[in-house]
């Protein structure tokens, strides 16, 4: 169990998430489904874009799938 879940709805776990430890779990978690992890934090997008209305948007899409490769 990680303790850099997101704390919402700062979309946090002391720093902003995923943090680097996170993203770190998540391609060990989602290794052999590079989708699986694009459509989860796509719908993570979807949620923070609704609760950080005045982060903009570009940079949300840069936090949650810039990583993503």
Known sequence: ???HGPVL????C???????TRR????AEFE???VSLALYLGSCLV????????????????RFLGWVR
Do not use: F, I, K, Q
């Open 1 to 3: 169990m990680t303790t």
């Open 9 to 12: 709805p700062m979309w946090s």
């Open 14 to 20: 002391g720093g902003p998430w995923p943090c680097a």
């Open 24 to 27: 770190g779990e998540l391609r």
């Open 32 to 34: 052999d489904a590079p």
């Open 47 to 62: 949620s923070a874009t609704e609760d950080l209305t005045w982060v903009p948007t570009g940079l949300l899409h840069r």
